[in-house]
């Protein structure tokens, strides 16, 4: 196939289908007869014939299968007719190439005010190893020459510069030799299939960097197809205080179907009173293109104003403000005529209110609204306020950010592929036991030897307009200063407290309507929520001396796709003290109190509401400070509040020891004996949830984990974990892995 392709890429493929065995875990398709035509239809008979077959975009209506379902592993395609659909059963081959480039530079200075460079490339690109078509286009050349002359010099200089680039039709450069905006710049759409002739000239007049202008000439050609003239004039005045800058090009294109003329101007002025400043700036594009068979106008054709002022107060480097206003107006194609399309206003403030050693507040607000003739009229609101504060000597530090921001959220699908045990990240339960993996059976695997898949998200076009709050507040109390004070003052040292709010809201967009309250998450907009509430109280922060901390936790998270909405709620309140007896030994305790909640609006067997408590003690001995052993107890108790019929008691010990060597060797031992007291369906999600991956009745964890730095930069870890439940029979899996840091 690759050897008659050449290098035409459609020639380059190949029907993708071959027989292959039953699997659960695969799409397989059997061939049946439409007529004379045999094609491929799903099936999930054990019985039949059956086909892995790969199917490929072919474009809209060149192809004879379209996409029918989504399921949990993949796309479910079915046969439409003949040209009636998008997908074929065929696969892209990718043909080995090569690509080599030789480069020759060279500079010539005939005297010290005139410079000639010079620069040939070869390329040799072949674009198909495998065959011996079209081989008459591997080889091009690219040449440029370039003349660079000081005509004067005294109080003003003057420059001329001029190159000619000469490029070969089949010449190929491993990166882009233009901008990324030469097609734009220069009317054209595809690229050019001819060699590119380019001729550039530019007379520079300046008097230092704060004073020049630029006349610059160019005529770009592509054979027969294209031909373009452009003039362009910028530069740039700065004097007594006033700043002014502009950027002008015409440019008058032709080919073989059309006429055009490309008119860019930019110019801004800005005016420093004192302490004050007065800017106005003016932006335009007119593009027009014509046929010149019809003289009718091109679609592509568009045109726009843009003005805007500004006006600011106070010193730009420290505290000042500044407000603006932009106005502008677009006009497209309508019926074969320019014609307004839509018109916008944007009225923005930028600020820094206060700016010292203690304090900071600066502010950007920015208000546009666009009012469309042929579409719904839009407003958009992206602002970001920030301010950070000390106060009592760092007793008290506050930080606060509050963002709105005007976008889209993707409406997502996604799937899951099966790999190998150990590289994803789910695991699949047959819920209902049918044998199809469907969306709402794959959990997060608990254990490596269960991660056996990986959830693929699959592109979209489809976006929901959304208006997005963000807020984010951090307070810490920190009184450890007065640790060297005495009385209150020496108590209250032994305390530090941090609390952290980020409410991170998405919400879909209302006409007219803004909702600036971060803390109103509960509408029905709502489409995607990120909301953490967690403070933290120290006592004895850092000291192993009755070092107790108190964490309370609140989060909501919610995630809207075309599959289900999903609300996740936790709630947590955690008492950990840690506290060391003598030289070698340290008492820890934890205990805690949570509640979660999942709602599910498609999966009701996804819905629970968890109660749960826990309490951990440890005792810890140390023979040196890196190594020890530790004895530990657990107790759980889970319970789910919809309606009462899943509960749990967890009853867990275990040991672990640390060892660590001068010789950079560390070795980590654990072993654990759990016992679980479930009532309840255990094949339900929350089963899962509850049970964390184990099974009802006695479970036993042991893990083995040594590593040793061989040198500065190489760490060699060898992993071990096995497991063993009532029912089951012993899981062992472990790795080796070889880490190198550079």
Not at 294 to 314: C, P, Q, R, Y
Not at 452 to 479: C, D, E, G, M, W
Not at 480 to 493: L, R
Request: hydrophobic share 35%.
């Amino acid at each position: 196939i690759l050897a008659n392709a050449g290098n035409n890429t459609n020639a380059m493929v190949t029907p993708s289908a071959f027989v292959d065995s039953y699997s659960e875990d695969k799409i397989l398709y059997k061939k049946i007869l439409v007529g004379t035509s045999e094609i491929f239809e799903y099936s999930t008979n054990e019985t039949d014939e059956l086909y892995n077959v790969s199917f490929s975009y072919a474009g809209e209506n060149s192809g004879n299968y379209v996409l029918k379902d989504i399921i949990a592993i993949g796309k479910i395609f079915e046969y439409a007719g003949e040209n009636l659909g998008n997908y074929n059963p065929v696969i892209q081959l990718i043909a080995p190439n090569k690509l080599q480039i030789a480069l020759f530079k060279s500079s010539y200075n005939p005297s010290e005010k005139t410079t000639i460079n010079t620069e040939v490339a070869f390329s040799n690109n072949n674009q198909n190893l495998f065959s011996e078509i079209d081989k008459e286009n591997n080889n091009g050349m690219a040449t440029k020459v370039g003349w660079n002359q000081l005509l004067y010099q005294k109080k003003w200089t003057l420059k001329s510069d001029v190159n000619f680039e000469l490029i070969d039709k089949n010449y190929t450069s491993i990166e882009r030799i233009q901008n990324i905006e030469f097609n734009r710049d220069w009317n054209i759409e595809n690229s050019a299939t001819d060699s590119q002739k380019l001729l550039k000239s530019v007379l520079e007049l300046s008097k230092n960097k704060k004073q020049n202008v630029t006349y610059g000439y160019e005529n770009l050609a592509f054979g027969n197809f294209f031909n373009g003239n452009k003039h362009s004039l910028f530069g740039n005045f700065t004097n007594n205080k006033l700043l002014l800058n502009f950027n002008s090009s015409l440019l008058s294109s032709k080919t073989p179907v059309e006429n055009g003329t490309f008119l860019r101007y930019y110019v801004s002025a800005k005016k420093h009173f004192n302490k004050k400043w007065l800017g106005v700036l003016v932006n335009a594009e007119k593009n027009e293109r014509t046929y010149n068979s019809t003289s009718e106008i091109v679609d592509l054709s568009h045109k726009f104003n843009e003005v805007e002022a500004f006006l600011g107060i106070g010193d730009s480097t420290k505290v000042f403000t500044q407000i603006g206003a932009n106005f502008r107006t677009t006009d497209s194609v309508q019926n074969a005529t320019l014609n307004r399309v839509n018109t916008s206003k944007t009225f923005y403030l930028k600020s820094n209110l206060i700016h010292n050693k203690t304090a900071n507040l600066n502010a950007y607000i920015n208000y546009r609204t666009v009012n469309n003739v042929n579409f719904q009229n839009e407003e958009s609101l992206n602002s970001k306020i920030s301010y950070k504060q000390q106060l009592f000597k760092q007793f008290l530090t506050l930080n606060t950010v509050y963002q709105t921001l005007s976008g889209t959220l993707p409406q997502q699908d996604y799937s899951y592929i099966k790999t190998e045990p150990g590289q994803g990240f789910y695991t699949w339960i047959d819920y209902n036991e049918n044998g199809v993996k469907e969306l709402n059976e794959f959990e997060i695997a608990q254990f490596t030897d269960q991660a056996s898949y990986l959830r693929i998200i699959l592109p979209t076009v489809n976006y929901i307009a959304t208006h997005q709050n963000k807020f984010t507040q951090n307070v810490v109390i920190n009184p450890q200063q007065w640790n060297f004070k005495n009385g209150f003052k020496k108590i209250i040292s032994h305390f530090y407290n941090q609390t952290y709010i980020l409410i991170d809201s998405k919400q879909k967009k209302v006409p007219k309507k803004f909702n600036l309250n971060p803390f109103n998450t509960n509408n029905n907009n709502l489409l995607d929520l990120n909301f953490n509430l967690n403070n933290s109280l120290y006592f004895n922060k850092g000291n192993k001396h009755f070092s107790t901390t108190y964490n309370f936790i609140k989060s909501q998270s919610k995630s809207t796709t075309t599959i289900d909405d999903i609300e996740n709620i936790i709630q947590l309140h955690q008492l950990q003290f840690e506290h060391k007896i003598g030289a070698f030994w340290l008492f820890n305790f934890g205990v805690s109190s949570s509640k979660n909640e999942i709602n599910s609006l498609n999966y009701a067997n996804r819905n629970y509401k968890l109660v749960n408590t826990k309490f951990l003690p440890k005792i810890s001995y140390y023979y040196s400070k890196e190594s020890f052993f530790s004895f530990y107890y657990e107790l759980k108790n889970k319970r789910n509040t919809i309606d009462d019929i899943e509960t749990l008691e967890l009853n867990k010990i275990g040991f672990a020891a640390n060892y660590a060597s001068k010789q950079k060797f560390i070795a980590k031992a654990e072993l654990n004996l759990f016992k679980n007291n479930f009532e309840g369906n255990t094949n339900s999600p929350v089963a899962y949830e509850m049970l964390e991956g184990f099974l009802p009745g006695k479970n036993y964890t042991w893990s083995l984990l040594l590593q040793q730095k061989l040198n500065s930069f190489l760490h060699l870890n060898l992993n071990y974990l096995g497991r063993k439940s009532e029912t089951s029979t012993t899981i062992h899996t472990g790795s080796v892995q070889l880490k190198a840091l550079f």
